[in-house]
């Protein structure tokens, strides 16, 4: 069965500091792999992505993941975090063999505080 | 969350009761989905339409959830009677324009059930 790991509920960070969400996932196969935020009363939004290429791919607002592929991992990370990161982050997978699926994990509370 | 229209953004009734939730998606694309947030847990997958067949609809709880998508465009999701755990968000999502590979969400349709 697919499935997504968010291991810690909350994540509790400084300003300034850096910051580490993690993920891990069991999914056959090469997947695809993607990092959500969601802000208070809003829907989903686009972070990341990794298809193929380079274990460590940019996104938006300076986050960086790492793949990591014998330890089935995507990791969250950004060097320096800001009060305005404090949000809740969702990571999911696609799998190759079902395009249209996506599988999400239960979310991490990031809070960063100043 | 441009592009994926929802509507109404927040609704509380008595259980027992129905409501209905609409969503207008990323113009011209063929895939939408439904899904479930319950406070605290991921996205969970209720239904996929492409065009205005149903792809999937193996976790949508048919003896109480409907959803439609008569023209291939917009789609609505009813829920008749209401029960206290179907109190959640209720997020609708179509592939973004840059490929099929990124789900843009709408805001979402937050559902109290009393």
């Known amino acids: 069965a697919q499935s997504v790991a968010q291991p810690e509920d909350q994540v509790n960070v400084a300003e300034g500091n850096p910051l580490t969400v993690k993920c891990t996932y069991s999914v056959s196969g090469n997947p695809y792999l993607f990092w959500y935020v969601q802000y208070p009363n809003r829907g989903l939004q686009f972070l990341l992505k990794?298809?193929?290429?380079?274990?460590l791919v940019k996104g938006s607002y300076g986050f960086e993941a790492e793949f990591n592929k014998s330890q089935t991992s995507f990791h969250l990370k950004k060097p320096s975090a800001l009060v305005s990161d404090s949000a809740l982050y969702f990571c999911?997978?696609?799998?190759?063999?079902?395009?249209?699926?996506?599988?999400f994990g239960s979310g991490t509370k990031l809070n960063v505080k100043p | 969350e441009a592009g994926v229209a929802q509507s109404p953004r927040y609704k509380i009734i008595e259980k027992r009761q129905s409501v209905a939730f609409w969503c207008n998606p990323i113009s011209g694309h063929a895939t939408l989905y439904w899904y479930q947030q319950i406070l605290g847990q991921g996205p969970k997958l209720l239904i996929q339409?492409?065009?205005?067949?149903?792809?999937?609809d193996s976790q949508l709880p048919k003896d109480r959830f409907s959803a439609e998508r008569l023209k291939g465009v917009d789609s609505t999701l009813k829920i008749q009677p209401a029960k206290l755990e179907d109190s959640a968000v209720y997020l609708c999502a179509s592939p973004d324009r840059s490929g099929a590979n990124v789900l843009t969400f709408g805001a979402g349709s937050r559902l109290t059930v009393l």
């Open positions: 339409f492409q065009n205005n067949g149903v792809v999937d």
């Open positions: 990794y298809i193929t290429g380079d274990n």
């Open positions: 999911a997978v696609r799998p190759l063999y079902n395009f249209n699926k996506f599988y």
